[in-house]
């Protein structure tokens, strides 16, 4: 069993910031990569960014610029810096954990969502 603990989220401003952690807990074995994802009403979810256990990162091409991850490798936590936010970013966050539960098997997993509102 794997749980996410996702936080950070809110209301804020266009233009400014915002930054989302999550933290991974439970029978992990290996994590080969986690992330954030999001999901706009009426829409599907969408990745946001992503980092593998070597520090490569991906991003959408939405957030690039904006938006950078970050990765606790002893404390098996992932943050989300998000800046110079636009309305368009209004979403439910989903944290992501890409992992090894055994030796052998893998599964993704996820938190439960943390809101993120851009508004005036």
């Known amino acids: 069993q794997v749980q996410l603990v996702e936080s950070g989220g809110g209301l804020v401003q266009p233009g400014g910031s915002l930054r989302l952690s999550c933290a991974a807990s439970?029978?992990?074995?290996?994590?080969?990569?986690m992330g954030w994802y999001r999901q706009a009403p009426g829409k599907q979810r969408e990745l946001v960014g992503t980092?593998?256990?070597?520090?490569?990162?991906n991003f959408a091409d939405s957030v690039k610029g904006r938006f950078t991850i970050s990765r606790d490798r002893a404390e098996n936590t992932v943050s989300l810096q998000m800046n110079s936010l636009k309305p368009e970013d209004t979403a439910v966050y989903y944290c992501?954990?890409?992992?090894?539960?055994?030796?052998?098997?893998?599964?993704?997993?996820w938190g439960q969502g943390t809101q993120v509102t851009v508004s005036s």
């Open positions: 439970g029978s992990i074995f290996h994590i080969v990569a």
């Open positions: 992501n954990v890409r992992g090894y539960y055994s030796s052998r098997e893998w599964d993704d997993f």
């Open positions: 980092i593998t256990s070597g520090g490569s990162t």
